[in-house]
């Protein structure tokens, strides 16, 4: 079974919720309530009331009880036992991450601060796949030179949205945050968001085969542009024919050529908000292909030694 079931009403591909204050019915079922840690085992119980009195007023008016308890019942079976695989805090939510025995069902809970549900999504979870054996043979860098959060990265859907896509399942999506937030203020303008306008460097030494540089930046979370989905990028060729792919770069701000020769460190460009981006970030990825979207993702070594996924912070150079 391949398909996914949104149960919050968002628009985003990097996170954008909108939390929304109790209704007096759910402030009055507060003696029922229950943390996050206990969503896993009450789900596979099947108490879908018990949950669903937690959720909030936009929830409900998104999802009536009887489908949610319908979609949980199917979610179930098979199913003996859900893991909470990860939790973290973000954007002014707790996001709770849950696999199931099987390895091949996902389930992701937005909780706010008052422990109400604010968004929950089902997901099938791709688990056949050996990831060693598409693991690259260069070691390269973070292309970073500050500290960074990853927004996504890992490897299964739950950590990573791209990893259900072939050319780009081994993708990252690299933000900043601070207390908890990747802006301040209004986060209506790209200059609100604390990655914007960062240095983005070549992660291995290798030759330049391909840029943009003239896409204009998105208004954060207004608009997307899917015709041009890298947006502004560069392209470089290493190596044992393996194409590391940055995108999203702020317009103008690309400072390499095609068929320039990059040191591993050198600026590229700055962080930006161009392409199918609806907050500033870096998409990186390296491809067997040099056009970018094509291909076989690979699975980055890194010279850190270590896998890295959502929720956790790198620094690069």
Same mark, same amino acid.
């Given at each position: ?12 591909? *990097? ?71 990860? +939790?973290?805090?973000?954007?002014? *939510? ?15 809970? &937005?909780?706010?601060?008052? +422990? ?44 990573? &949205? /791209? ?19 990747? &802006? ?8 609100? &968001? ?6 983005? !460097? ?27 989905? !890298? ?8 190596? /044992?024919?393996?194409? +590391?792919? *940055? ?30 981006? +609806?907050?500033? /970030? ?15 993702? *690979? ?19």
């Amino acid at each position: 079974m391949r398909w996914i079931k949104w149960f919050i009403v968002l628009g985003f591909v *990097l996170v954008a919720t909108a939390c929304t204050e109790k209704t007096d019915e759910e402030k009055g079922n507060d003696e029922m309530s229950f943390e996050s840690e206990q969503f896993g085992e009450l789900f596979l119980k099947g108490d879908f009331e018990r949950i669903y009195g937690q959720t909030s007023g936009a929830f409900q008016e998104a999802v009536s009880f009887g489908e949610f308890e319908s979609l949980g019942i199917q979610w179930n079976e098979g199913v003996n036992e859900y893991e909470q695989i990860k +939790s973290l805090s973000f954007q002014g *939510l707790d996001e709770s991450l849950w696999l199931s025995d099987t390895k091949d069902k996902g389930i992701r809970v &937005y909780f706010d601060e008052e +422990s109400t549900i604010q968004g929950l999504q089902v997901l099938p979870i791709t688990n056949e796949i050996s990831d060693a054996e598409f693991a690259t043979k260069n070691t390269y860098q973070y292309p970073i030179n500050e500290e960074m959060f990853v927004f996504w990265g890992g490897h299964n859907e739950l950590v990573n &949205y /791209h990893y259900a896509l072939e050319s780009q399942r081994y993708a990252y999506d690299l933000v900043q945050v601070e207390d908890r937030f990747t &802006y301040e203020g209004s986060g209506t303008e790209n200059e609100n &968001y604390f990655v914007f306008g960062k240095e983005v !460097l070549a992660p291995l030494e290798g030759i330049v085969v391909s840029i943009e540089n003239s896409i204009y930046d998105n208004q954060p979370n207004i608009e997307m542009n899917a015709e041009q989905p !890298l947006g502004n990028y560069v392209i470089i060729k290493h190596q /044992h024919d393996e194409y +590391s792919v *940055l995108a999203h770069f702020k317009e103008g701000s690309i400072v390499v050529q095609e068929g320039d020769e990059v040191e591993s460190g050198q600026l590229l460009g700055l962080v930006g908000n161009s392409g199918n981006s +609806s907050e500033p /970030h870096i998409h990186y990825h390296v491809s067997n292909d040099e056009s970018g979207l094509a291909g076989q993702s *690979l699975n980055i070594q890194f010279v850190a030694e270590q896998q890295v996924e959502r929720g956790d912070q790198i620094t690069g150079f």
